[in-house]
């Protein structure tokens, strides 16, 4: 919901109203297809938000394998404040799903691995359910000799270190609430990927909204800095730097470049209204005026 001044309790009327579909992964899977990959979406769905978001997939070609529950799918609302060009988000509490659930889901991953160059995994995993579900998701991902790639925070980051995943994407304030603590500046930023990898990660790129971001291939550093927008709606960003990242690093690209294009498209992510509508020819542009900077540390 588009406002041209939005102002707390008060009568608000939007100038422009969206429908979208969403959500980390979903907004991953969005953009892999939009940069000419084949993704399969996989997670859960239900009730007749579910359903809409399954027609909104398919008809974007997107192929699906979601594991149908009881729980609604959860609506959640992003009000933009054109006048403060601020983004205020919504969010449904998702609800809890049967343990059976996640046992299909988990069929479901294996079933789909197989040829499959990646495993991404992404997103808050829903009330009472396993905290060690990313880390057998990374398991299954190594045993089929794909890249496993989380972006997540908590005890489910924290469990996955133990499964060695090649790489973790999580943004500072994810970082932060992960390790519980502060990092006030890059000093502590740098400690915090380092003792990341020192649990397990192979590699750690830590993003940072319009501020440079920070890459560890566990031998090289960079600052990410990305290209100059005035953003439209930055939300699902780092589900497109996410997507352009682990593109690049399919074609063979070092964790640098990657980071580069990455950047790219969670610039061209912020240019449009709607999370994950990332147009390919925004991203190739883009990426001409983002930057990557090696350092030593």
């Not at 991953?28 to 909104?56: I, N």
């Not at 609302?77 to 983004?87: F, H, P």
């Not at 997540?152 to 500072?172: D, H, I, W």
């Amino acid at each position: 919901m588009v406002f041209r001044k939005l102002t707390l309790d008060a009568v608000n009327r939007a100038v422009t109203t969206l429908d979208g579909t969403a959500g980390k992964s979903v907004n991953v899977a969005k953009v892999l297809r939009a940069l000419g990959e084949r993704p399969v979406a996989a997670g859960f769905l239900g009730g007749d938000r579910g359903e809409q978001l399954r027609a909104d997939l398919e008809a974007r070609g997107i192929e699906l394998d979601f594991v149908k529950v009881a729980a609604r799918t959860r609506q959640c609302t992003t009000l933009l404040d054109a006048s403060a060009v601020t983004q205020t988000e919504l969010v449904e509490e998702s609800q809890p799903v049967a343990a059976a659930d996640y046992e299909e889901l988990m069929r479901v991953i294996r079933r789909r691995v197989q040829g499959c160059r990646a495993v991404v995994m992404s997103g808050t995993i829903t009330p009472g359910g396993p905290t060690d579900l990313y880390f057998h998701g990374t398991q299954i991902a190594h045993e089929a000799g794909a890249v496993a790639v989380v972006d997540a925070q908590g005890p489910a980051l924290l469990e996955t270190l133990r499964a060695k995943p090649e790489l973790v994407k999580p943004n500072r304030s994810e970082l932060a609430a992960t390790l519980g603590r502060e990092l006030k500046d890059e000093t502590a930023v740098l400690a915090a990927i380092r003792e990341l990898c020192q649990r397990g990660a192979q590699r750690v790129v830590v993003t940072a909204g319009k501020d440079p971001g920070l890459a560890f291939d566990g031998q090289h550093w960079w600052r990410v800095h990305p290209p100059r927008i005035d953003a439209v709606n930055p939300i699902g960003s780092g589900d497109a730097f996410t997507a352009g990242l682990v593109v690049s690093l399919l074609r063979g690209e070092d964790l640098g470049e990657a980071c580069r294009w990455a950047s790219a498209a969670g610039a061209a992510n912020a240019l449009t209204l709607l999370a994950g509508e990332v147009r390919r020819e925004d991203v190739e542009q883009l990426a001409a005026r983002s930057s990557v900077e090696p350092f030593a540390s």
